[in-house]
């Protein structure tokens, strides 16, 4: 068959972004569908850009990062407003906007403005016009999933789009359904504004997949600024008042609140797709399934990104859409899915690599933890950090790292020197002879090291 195009991909957030320039890259013919006037999808015009650059405005103006250094009372700004963070949002948007739209131009992605849907396997309806492909890849991201009976109104009753988006002032008091990652980002972002937060969810942990002790540490931190935790609750009813909202929970309790924020989870956003038409379907929540290169159940079409589900960060979702396209042309590429990052953007930010202790106590690998926490570095003090820290978990028998985790400034960034040293098979060893420059948080692997190594040292004597 002619096709118009070789790739057609829906959706331009990072899988699709990175699906269409990987082909591109091989002189591929393609297409890029956006239903949105703009490009970037969810990350970048409503999700990952937005609140990361409103969380950082935030650190900034309420300067919660110098306290241990000014006083408990410092602040850069007395009164904080939506507009002061909304006017550094629209800046960073819509530089990224540009810089996306400007590599997919440069690449020769033809752009196709319009809602897709499938006519057929191999054929596409952009706004009724009919497009062919010879290999598809669906990226259509996710949307917060709603809960059947409860009236959102884009004011007080919000989900995560309308927090970002539609949100007019900032709440004094904030109930926050869900302890998942954007709830306990959002949590911590308007705590550190002064809002009284209280985080209901139905599960008795919050963030499971992340390091017991790094989760508690955050909770500590949370509590710290008067975050009120209710885990084991379910919300039955939230009723609309003139002076705020009522949520009920099924124990029976009341929580009043000047806003509720949904934060339960989302759904891949495949509703408008026909997917039937091409021979798909999604599960419940919008989901398509996809073997481990990312192919669907027809052979040519391929979904990457939140649309597939977990982990649904966009990181994960660019290698994936990578990943993708490059098996549709038959390009060779290696990958190494059991070290993607984890980044959760809370205040302080969480961040890690590998296994956790819990994991690896169930599989039965023996291993030792070593610590640093940023408080003994000079770095630390002079930036006034002082609950960080960097925990490395070590094999007691080969002396490789098993897990990076990390908490506090800058532990996005800093989990990447555990991560290539994993990925290169490095030992603890490395580590304990590598000179890092002073003062910088990187010296934190060093301390770890240390101290991982000291203990397994001590192991290794008593076990002679």
Do not use: W
């Not at 959102?152 to 998942?180: K, M, Q, Y």
């Not at 209901?200 to 919050?206: A, F, I, K, L, N």
């Not at 690896?360 to 000079?378: D, F, K, N, Q």
């Amino acid at each position: 068959m002619s096709f118009d195009y070789e790739l057609v991909v829906i959706g331009s957030g990072p899988a699709g972004q990175k699906a269409a320039i990987q082909a591109a890259k091989l002189r591929k013919k393609v297409a890029l569908v956006e239903r949105r006037a703009v490009v970037g999808g969810n990350c970048v015009n409503v999700g990952t850009i937005p609140s990361k650059t409103i969380r950082e405005a935030i650190v900034y103006l309420t300067g919660i990062g110098q306290r241990a250094i000014y006083g408990e009372d410092y602040r850069l700004k007395d009164e904080i407003s939506i507009s002061d963070l909304a006017a550094r949002t629209r800046y960073v948007v819509e530089r990224e906007r540009k810089v996306i739209r400007d590599q997919l131009l440069r690449n020769h992605v033809a752009l196709l403005d319009g809602s897709a849907s499938f006519v057929d396997d191999h054929t596409i309806a952009v706004d009724g016009k009919a497009v062919t492909a010879e290999k598809i890849v669906i990226a259509t991201g996710s949307q917060p999933a709603h809960q059947e009976g409860i009236a959102f109104n884009s004011r007080t009753i919000l989900d995560s789009d309308d927090v970002v988006l539609r949100l007019e002032r900032i709440p004094s008091t904030l109930l926050i359904v869900g302890a998942g990652v954007i709830g306990v980002e959002f949590a911590s972002m308007f705590a550190a504004l002064g809002t009284k937060v209280t985080i209901v969810d139905g599960r008795r942990e919050m963030l499971e997949f992340c390091d017991e002790e790094i989760v508690e540490a955050l909770r500590y931190h949370l509590r710290d600024l008067n975050v009120i935790f209710r885990f084991g609750e379910v919300v039955t009813r939230v009723d609309e008042h003139e002076s705020g909202t009522l949520t009920t929970l099924a124990s029976g309790k009341r929580i009043p609140a000047e806003a509720v924020f949904y934060s339960a989870g989302r759904q891949g956003a495949t509703a408008d797709l026909a997917l039937e038409n091409a021979g798909l379907e999604a599960d419940k929540r919008g989901r398509i399934a996809v073997d481990e290169r990312y192919r669907t159940a027809v052979p040519h079409i391929y979904a990457a990104g939140d649309v597939i589900g977990f982990p649904s960060l966009a990181a994960t979702s660019a290698e994936q859409g990578r990943l993708a396209s490059a098996d549709a042309f038959g390009i060779p590429v290696t990958t190494i899915p059991e070290l993607l990052p984890i980044g959760i953007y809370s205040i302080p930010e969480i961040s890690f690599v590998g296994k956790t202790e819990a994991e690896l106590t169930e599989a039965s690998i023996p291993y030792e933890v070593g610590v640093s926490h940023y408080r003994e570095l000079a770095r630390g003090h002079i930036l006034g950090e002082t609950h960080g820290l960097v925990k490395l978990l070590v094999s007691q028998d080969e002396r490789t790292l098993l897990g990076v985790h990390a908490f506090g400034t800058g532990a996005t960034e800093v989990v990447h020197i555990g991560q290539a040293v994993m990925g290169l098979g490095g030992t603890v060893d490395y580590l304990v002879e590598t000179v890092f420059n002073y003062p910088t948080l990187a010296e934190a692997y060093k301390v770890a090291a240390l101290d991982a190594a000291n203990k397994l040292r001590e192991v290794s004597a008593l076990s002679t």
